[in-house]
């Protein structure tokens, strides 16, 4: 089993940067992280993944340069920076680990964390 806890959300002004922090444990090993957004009444929202090793990594077609996915591997810690944020960017976030595959798709990823909320006023 794998546990992902997820944390870093707040408030922050429009133009602004929070950083996101997602740190993994359990005994299953994972291949790739996910970063995903929802607000309600939506889908989940792809916003960026990558793979542990840092080889492959994608983004969702809105973050246009705003934001970086990074890991720390020895603290088994991803992070997504946030720059140049605005309003529409206000969301639950949720952090996301796959065993075996990098995906932009939710329904690929095994395991969750518990979601952290990032709003952005204007």
């Known amino acids: 089993q794998v546990q992902l806890v997820d944390s870093g959300g707040g408030l922050v002004q429009a133009g602004g940067s929070l950083r996101l922090s997602c740190t993994v444990s359990g005994r299953t090993s994972t291949y790739a992280m996910g970063w995903f957004r929802q607000t309600q009444g939506k889908e989940r929202e792809f916003v960026a993944a990558?793979?542990?090793?840092?080889?492959?990594?994608y983004y969702g077609d809105f973050v246009r340069g705003r934001f970086t996915i990074s890991r720390d591997n020895a603290e088994k810690t991803m992070y997504l920076q946030m720059n140049k944020m605005t309003p529409e960017d206000t969301a639950l976030y949720y952090c996301?680990?796959?065993?075996?595959?990098?995906?932009?798709?939710?329904?690929?990823?095994?395991?969750w964390g518990q979601g952290t909320q990032v709003t952005v006023s204007s």
């Open positions: 990558s793979t542990w090793s840092g080889r492959i990594a």
């Open positions: 996301a680990a796959d065993a075996t595959r990098i995906s932009t798709w939710a329904t690929d990823y095994d395991y």
